[in-house]
């Protein structure tokens, strides 16, 4: 770094500020939602702020606010979609919310997403009112020109492949079909889809070179490109890919202009500090690490496979050496055949991104050359997807390793970075071959050694894991074996959309579960089946269901008999469960206690599957929404079969409902714990205060996911320890 000194001052610079930050956190900046806002959180406020940002969605219209110099910033939602222009200020009526952090380990957390934009809080406008029409010219009119070139790319396009290219040129992902956006991100190329700084690179140092030559002038050509980057950057937001684009752009415009050698690693080290200061709290998001990553790679790693062959593939091999940690970190699996994948999408991205441009220019004169210029769009994008289910379809397409701890990434990156630099050792005699081939050799090992501890995970034996998960209003248990097999227990949730993929998933994956051995449901309620049902239709793209595991048929609903319908067409085997039955991986038991065959005739919450869960010591019992005559005929089943058992923790019935748990029934099973899962300021008013009282009476002790988020017990060496997850 020598010759390196404004690369050298940036660099110490991000070190000190990286330390400050792991170790002080937010102590070193203002609490974005001031104390007298959150007094104010659940209650209907007025507020008035200068609209910043807009973006429409089908049925409403988001508004971005600046509130004051001295508060946060906050997101008003507007489903009357009003006439309101970017600069216009305007007063809003409504019940101000804060945002959620996660409630379940590997669980997305909106709270830290919106403070990385310095959001504080959110409301819904019940009466919206512009009291200045004094607008932004520039804003307004990138955001309307935003709008009409995504209607251009649809109308050409179509839905499908005009909302993809909206993804890529113009930031627009909201438009994309979901199936195509996951399918992208499982086979790792769904950087593609973004407005990254490759595209930002292709676009503004084309721009450059263009009018450079047109120009026959530097300074013209420059100034050019940096005001075309600029105004596109305001168009589609300034994200943290976006402002490192234009840093190190700025920095290449810079070295030419004033006939220097342009630096990347003095601009990219730049770009890093720049950021940190626009916003701290990018240092913990992995769009950051994946950004800033990337580059590293091509900068550092890639010199030292330049006397090789396929010069691509190196590269690609580079960046995922690099990015596996973060891609491991932030999405929980790997995807093998990405780098094989990337050899056909980036080539072909620059392709894409031309006829897109061009397609979108000839439109406005010649709509029917402007389609035949989309049609090239199409066939990529054809490509692209053929190429990911070609992928899935191989063995080991997918790899799920949950979320490693950080002393592993750190270890990693220690003998990564310590092979990269025995390989890029000058020699000192040019014609020494076996040192070569003797610091290539020690080189891979490093690297294997770096990729075995980050990888691997010793599974400790005798132990089990059972995670009571927060899905809102429903219910949803993991449990893990002594010997790795995995259980899931009911999973739905009548007031959390999309439970299944937002909720029950990201846990799943950051646990190391990509499959599910057994998945039991104990009724047909929606609350108890809707995330399984999610799950089935995403065996593609999901967690994988090994078996689904119903009560006996002759209590079947008809949700329940659509369900193992569904199973059976994505081709998962169904089993039925009845009283006695019981399934065992070491010391592990999982009994049918009810129902029986023929034993209730009726459906629904009294002919809940009931199942007894032992390992060694400790018992738990788990009786889904179980009430009425149910419950009686539960009570007889453990006075009499059950008389000996002492059970260690209960999974009380129907959330906490009044009309279940009662005297007589704890009086019999008299737990020492109890969990409800409900959610918080449910409708129904889960748990019942009279539960509640109950159970205390009965001397449980209560873990509930409105207070603790997920619930996990750990049972070791006939001891268990009990967790909340907030």
């Known amino acids: 770094m020598r010759n390196r000194p404004l690369c050298s001052v940036c660099l110490m610079v991000f070190l000190i500020f ?33 609209v910043y940002q807009i973006e429409v969605r089908e049925s409403y219209q988001i508004l971005y606010l600046i509130l004051s110099k001295k508060t946060s910033r906050i997101l008003v939602y507007d489903d009357a979609k009003q006439p309101v222009q970017i600069g216009n200020k305007v007063n809003v009526k409504g019940e101000l919310s804060l945002f959620e952090e996660a409630r379940n380990p590997g669980n997305f957390n909106q709270k830290f997403y919106y403070e990385k934009q310095k959001i504080g809080a959110f409301l819904w406008a019940e009466a919206l009112r512009v009291t200045d029409r004094e607008s932004n010219p520039l804003k307004q009119g990138l955001y309307e020109l935003r709008q009409k070139w995504k209607r251009i790319l649809i109308d050409a396009a179509g839905e499908e492949d005009g909302g993809a290219l909206a993804a890529i040129l113009l930031g627009e992902k909201q438009g994309m079909d979901r199936e195509i956006r996951e399918l992208y991100q499982v086979n790792g190329i769904a950087h593609v889809l973004a407005v990254s700084g490759l595209h930002l690179s292709f676009l503004g140092v084309g721009v450059y070179h263009l009018l450079r030559r047109i120009t026959g002038s530097y300074t013209v050509g420059g100034l050019a490109g940096i005001l075309f980057l600029s105004a596109y950057i305001l168009m589609i937001g300034m994200t943290v890919s976006a402002f490192r684009a234009m840093v190190m752009f700025l920095f290449r415009i810079g070295a030419d202009l004033s006939g220097r050698h342009y630096d990347s690693p003095t601009a990219l080290a730049a770009a890093a500090v720049i950021v940190c200061l626009w916003r701290p709290l990018s240092l913990y998001d992995s769009g950051f690490w994946l950004s800033f990553g990337a580059l590293i790679a091509i900068i550092f790693i890639l010199p030292i496979f330049k006397n090789l062959p396929a010069q691509s593939l190196w590269a690609s091999v580079s960046v995922n050496l690099f990015l596996l940690p973060i891609l491991m970190y932030s999405f929980y699996e790997f995807p093998i055949y990405g780098v094989f994948l990337n050899l056909i999408i980036i080539p072909l991205l620059s392709v894409l991104m031309a006829a897109g441009l061009t397609g979108t220019m000839i439109s406005l004169f010649w709509e029917h050359v402007g389609e035949a210029i989309f049609l090239c769009c199409r066939i990529i994008f054809r490509v692209y997807e053929h190429s990911c289910e070609a992928a899935l379809r191989l063995p080991f397409a997918r790899v799920v390793t949950g979320q490693p701890a950080i002393w592993k990434i750190l270890f990693y990156y220690v003998f990564l970075f310590a092979a990269v630099l025995l390989l890029r050792k000058k020699e000192e005699n040019k014609g020494e071959k076996r040192s070569r081939k003797r610091r290539g050799f020690l080189s891979v090992l490093l690297v294997s050694i770096g990729m075995t501890i980050l990888l691997f995970t010793i599974q400790v034996k005798d132990k089990i894991t059972i995670t009571m998960l927060d899905v809102g209003q429903g219910d949803g248990l993991v449990i893990r074996g002594p010997e790795g097999k995995t259980y899931f227990m009911d999973g739905g949730s009548s007031d959390v959309k999309k439970v299944g993929e937002y ?29 399984i049902r999610e799950m089935v239709q995403r065996q593609k793209t999901g967690v994988t269901i090994k078996r689904l595991v119903l009560p006996t048929q002759t209590v079947w609903d008809d949700a329940l008999k659509e369900l193992a319908e569904l199973a059976a067409e994505e081709g998962i085997p169904v089993f039925t469960m009845e009283k006695g039955q019981c399934l065992t991986e070491g010391k592990l038991s999982l009994t049918c206690i009810q129902p029986g065959k023929g034993e209730m005739e009726e459906t629904g919450n009294s002919a809940s599957l009931v199942l007894a869960l032992r390992y060694g010591d400790f018992d738990m019992l788990f009786t889904g929404d179980v009430e009425g005559e149910g419950e009686k005929r539960l009570v007889g089943h453990l006075q009499g079969e059950y008389s000996e058992c002492v059970w260690d923790v209960l999974k009380t019935a129907h959330h906490g409902s009044g009309n279940s748990t009662t005297e007589e029934f704890l009086k019999t099973a008299a737990p020492q714990y109890a969990f409800i899962s409900a959610g918080e300021n449910n409708s129904y008013g889960h748990p019942h205060k009279e539960t509640l009282e109950r159970l205390k009476d009965a001397g449980a002790i209560i873990y509930s996911t409105q207070e603790e988020g997920a619930v996990t017990i750990v049972v070791s060496e006939g001891e268990f320890t009990i967790s909340g997850f907030k």
């Open 18 to 50: 990286s330390i400050g930050m792991t170790a002080g956190g937010s102590r070193f900046f203002r609490e974005l939602v001031p104390p007298e806002m959150k007094k104010q959180a659940g209650k209907e406020v007025q507020i008035t702020g200068q």
């Open 503 to 531: 909720r029950i998933e990201p846990y799943l994956l950051s646990q190391g579960i990509g499959s599910l051995d057994y998945v039991f449901v104990s009724h047909g309620d929606q609350d108890h089946i809707s995330g």
